[in-house]
């Protein structure tokens, strides 16, 4: 049973950087494919930015592209997310995602991590 487990929200002004991380305690996620997705209040949970973890491949939602980096650290058995020149739309509850990297939904979710970005 996947585990996901997010770390790393906080408080930042406009223009400053958090990086998000996401693990799956006891596990790898070798042949997952591992996504970030956010939802702000009020509005629909969102795609963010998804890795696939053997293959390294990568993929953003438009509004996030050259901001936003995801990547995975093997030593560490994490999946990161580096979130720069923050603006205040970018506030939501970030979430971590897993899924069978062949499957078409996740199916393993953690329980979020808030990011507050002030103008």
Known sequence: QVRLAESG????????????????????????AVGWFRQAPGKEREFVA???WSTGSTDYA???KGRFTISRDNTKKMVSLQLNNLAP???AVYYCAAKVASSASFASWG?????????
């Open 62 to 64: 438009d509004g996030v």
């Open 50 to 52: 998804s890795i696939v």
């Open 9 to 32: 929200g906080g408080l930042v002004q406009a223009g400053g950087s958090l990086r998000l991380s996401c693990t799956d305690s006891g596990r790898t996620f070798r042949s997952y």
């Open 111 to 119: 329980q979020g991590t808030q990011v507050t970005v002030s103008s």
């Open 89 to 91: 739309e970018d506030t």
